[in-house]
Nanobody
């Protein structure tokens, strides 16, 4: 059962930007931990940006730090991943996931609910 829905993926050239969106049609994300993950073909899934509580600090993977920004719009029940200065190595299927909140930092906790993903391709 799909709990989350991602959108906003596409084909862009290196250096361009995309904003991914994630929503939960059947529940509020406000107080949940939410993470963005990606999986490139033939590679393991990687945690990109995660915020494990409403007040928590956003964790960014080193590979995206300074280029990607995690944000929420609670009034719209949406979570976003703004991706700037995209590189070919950012090409992957991007997923959002949620779980009960925690005090932890990082993308290492177990996320229970996932979307089906949205494809991001960075190519010239």
């Amino acid at each position: 059962q799909v709990q989350l829905v991602e959108s906003g993926g596409g084909l862009v050239q290196p250096g361009e930007s995309l904003t991914l969106s994630c929503t939960a049609p059947e529940f509020s994300l406000d107080y949940f931990a939410v993470g963005w993950f990606r999986q490139a073909s033939g590679k393991e899934r990687e945690g990109v940006a995660c915020k494990n509580s409403r007040e928590g600090t956003v964790y960014y993977a080193d590979s995206v730090k300074g280029r990607f920004t995690f944000s929420r719009n609670e009034s719209k029940n949406m979570v976003y991943l703004q991706m700037n200065s995209l590189k070919p190595e950012d090409t992957a299927t991007y997923y959002c996931a949620s779980s009960l909140p925690s005090s932890g930092y990082g993308c290492y906790q177990q996320y229970d609910d996932w979307g089906l993903g949205t494809q991001v391709t960075v190519s010239s």
